[in-house]
């Protein structure tokens, strides 16, 4: 599919996104927001997409919002960046689209990532970086509070210290930083970067099962702060249950006892288990 902001490309099962606006350094605007959240809407309805990588073309991840219009950027207008969260789209916007997405999801993140370009990527599963990525929570600097439910996400994944430490001083830090403090999982050479985390993603894609997966993705994100372990037996026990019974688990045991590849039957649109979504 055709987008304005975005360059979409589907194979082996891995849909890489570009975020394309090279020339603006992949600056985000209300339009990539609305993109975004419909590529990721509609990778998890194509049984054919497994797994998702998202980069940015030219020298850039994404520089943060595209301050052109100056401070009327930020405005509430529906045209503007927070504007957008008014466009039609999921709940939640692209952040919600991807988060609720079953299809995981890795950050390719080749140079600069400020602001939002940055929080786009933490309800995404795995962020590896070029040796020569940037990142910085510079809302502070701006008047601004940290957005895209980065509040949420960015204490999870690096913990409350870490997470205070980077929005308190607002300021640019380089891949090394992000290694140590847990943002990302893996600093590679430029030129790597899309190899290895395209490697990752077709992994992902020929060895798991797609139903596996999709549990595996919910099951981690909502129960990473479910306060009550009891909450979470309901979920997984009978979840396990009904999938054991699945051609999947026929499949990956034989799979495992001929020393082959698994070939799962399963498909996200309609071999989810019973129990799934279970929030609702």
Same mark, same amino acid.
């Given at each position: 599919?055709?987008?304005?902001?975005?360059?979409?490309?589907?194979?082996?099962?891995?849909?890489?996104?570009?975020?394309?606006?090279?020339?603006?350094?992949?600056?985000?605007?209300?339009?990539?927001?609305?993109?975004?959240?419909?590529?990721?809407?509609?990778?998890?309805?194509?049984?054919?997409?497994?797994?998702?990588?998202?980069?940015?073309?030219?020298?850039?991840?994404?520089?943060?919002?595209?301050?052109?219009?100056?401070?009327?950027?930020?405005?509430?207008?529906?045209?503007?960046?927070?504007?957008?969260?008014?466009?039609?789209?999921?709940?939640?916007?692209?952040?919600?689209?991807?988060?609720?997405?079953?299809?995981?999801?890795?950050?390719?993140?080749?140079?600069?990532?400020?602001?939002?370009?940055?929080?786009?990527?933490?309800?995404?599963?795995?962020?590896?970086?070029?040796?020569?990525?940037?990142?910085?929570?510079?809302?502070?600097?701006?008047?601004?509070?940290?957005?895209?439910?980065?509040?949420?996400?960015?204490?999870?994944?690096?913990?409350?210290?870490?997470?205070?430490?980077?929005?308190?001083?607002?300021?640019?830090?380089?891949?090394?930083?992000?290694?140590?403090?847990?943002?990302?999982?893996?600093?590679?050479?430029?030129?790597?970067?899309? /190899?290895? $985390?395209?490697? &990752?993603?077709?992994?992902?894609?020929?060895?798991?099962?797609? @139903? +596996?997966?999709? *549990?595996?993705? !919910?099951?981690?994100?909502?129960?990473?702060?479910?306060?009550?372990?009891?909450?979470?037996?309901?979920?997984?026990?009978?979840?396990?249950?009904?999938?054991?019974?699945?051609?999947?688990?026929?499949? /990956?045991? $034989?799979?495992? &006892?001929?020393?082959?590849?698994?070939?799962?039957?399963?498909? @996200? +649109?309609?071999? *989810?288990?019973? !129990?799934?979504?279970?929030?609702?």
């Amino acid at each position: 599919m055709a987008y304005e902001t975005i360059l979409s490309e589907l194979k082996d099962g891995v849909l890489t996104l570009t975020l394309n606006r090279p020339e603006q350094l992949n600056a985000y605007t209300a339009q990539m927001g609305i993109d975004l959240a419909d590529a990721f809407v509609a990778a998890d309805e194509d049984d054919a997409v497994r797994v998702i990588v998202v980069t940015g073309a030219g020298r850039h991840f994404c520089a943060g919002a595209d301050m052109g219009s100056g401070s009327d950027s930020f405005g509430d207008d529906g045209d503007r960046l927070f504007g957008a969260r008014k466009a039609p789209g999921p709940k939640g916007g692209f952040v919600g689209a991807i988060f609720a997405c079953r299809k995981p999801s890795i950050a390719a993140i080749n140079g600069g990532a400020v602001g939002v370009g940055v929080t786009m990527t933490l309800p995404m599963d795995i962020r590896i970086c070029s040796d020569r990525a940037k990142f910085g929570f510079v809302f502070a600097r701006r008047g601004l509070a940290p957005e895209a439910g980065s509040a949420w996400f960015l204490p999870r994944l690096v913990g409350l210290p870490q997470a205070l430490r980077w929005c308190y001083r607002a300021d640019v830090f380089g891949a090394e930083e992000a290694l140590r403090g847990g943002l990302v999982s893996e600093v590679v050479a430029p030129d790597d970067l899309l /190899g290895r $985390a395209q490697a &990752l993603a077709r992994e992902i894609a020929e060895e798991t099962s797609p @139903v +596996s997966i999709a *549990m595996v993705r !919910q099951l981690l994100w909502r129960s990473a702060g479910e306060p009550d372990l009891f909450k979470v037996l309901a979920v997984d026990g009978p979840a396990n249950m009904a999938m054991g019974a699945s051609a999947d688990v026929k499949e /990956g045991v $034989a799979a495992f &006892l001929e020393k082959r590849k698994p070939d799962f039957p399963g498909k @996200v +649109s309609s071999d *989810m288990p019973p !129990q799934y979504p279970w929030w609702d």
